[in-house]
């Protein structure tokens, strides 16, 4: 059987699947890790904002009511900050996405050409097998 002339092409485009694959899981961990960063300062900020609504009720002096104030400024800065990363990651892993349907799709068509290789290359031998027995079945009849 003749080896598929183009099993190299083929290896390296299994070996870029790879590589896009184990990139995309970077990528979704990395989305998954700023999503959760934002839902710990979403969930920190409420807390906060209960502790001063709380206070408040209690009566704070002018200072406390101004670093009250100044940090839920801060988490809420800090908050509109993670919300631009966690978009920028979610572009990335759509990003990667895409990357890795394209080394997939490459991957395929040279997946498919295999096939049919092997396929061909069976159907040769096949004939082959099939034309060696036809002659032997001649060298027989004539010997008799």
Do not use: C
Not at 16 to 41: G, H, P, S, W, Y
Not at 49 to 62: C, K, V
Not at 85 to 113: H, I, M, P, S, Y
């Amino acid at each position: 059987m003749k080896p598929f002339p183009l099993q190299s092409v083929l290896e390296l485009m299994q070996t870029r699947m790879d590589e896009a694959t184990n990139r995309l899981a970077r990528l979704i961990a990395n989305e998954k890790n700023e999503k959760d960063k934002l839902e710990l300062l979403d969930h920190y900020r409420g807390e906060y904002a209960a502790r001063f609504h709380e206070s408040s009720q209690n009566g704070l002096t002018p200072s406390e009511w101004k670093n009250y104030r100044e940090f839920l400024d801060r988490l809420d800065e800090a908050i509109a900050s993670q919300k631009k990363v966690v978009e920028q990651q979610v572009q990335n892993t759509r990003r990667g996405q895409e990357e890795w349907k394209a080394q997939q799709k490459k991957l395929k068509a040279f997946d498919t050409l295999a096939e049919r290789h092997l396929a061909n290359e069976q159907v040769r031998e096949s004939r082959m097998e099939q034309k060696r027995q036809d002659e032997f079945a001649i060298r027989q009849k004539k010997e008799e």
